[in-house]
């Protein structure tokens, strides 16, 4: 199974910033969560995994040293 690594974002921060920067922006959601969590990700790295998973594929999570099963 891949894994990706992203970091937690600040909604202080503009998405269209963070994509000029070179971050592609997402939330991680799910019924074991109590709320929803903003990420970033290296554009570079999320297009690496979407050139060999794709869209429903699933993978390891790293959000800062915690690891979360998530699907794409």
């Known amino acids: ?13 503009k998405a269209k910033k963070l ?5 592609v922006t997402g939330i991680v959601f799910g019924r074991e969560m109590k709320e ?3 990420i970033k990700i290296l554009k ?8 060999t ?5 699933q993978v390891m999570l790293e959000v800062d040293g ?7």
């Open 1 to 13: 199974m891949n894994t990706l690594k992203a970091e937690k974002r600040s909604m202080d921060t």
């Open 53 to 57: 998973g794709g869209k429903g594929s």
């Open 19 to 23: 994509r000029r920067e070179g971050y």
């Open 36 to 38: 929803s969590m903003p």
């Open 44 to 51: 570079t790295d999320a297009e690496k995994f979407l050139k």
């Open 66 to 72: 915690q690891s979360m099963d998530v699907l794409v």
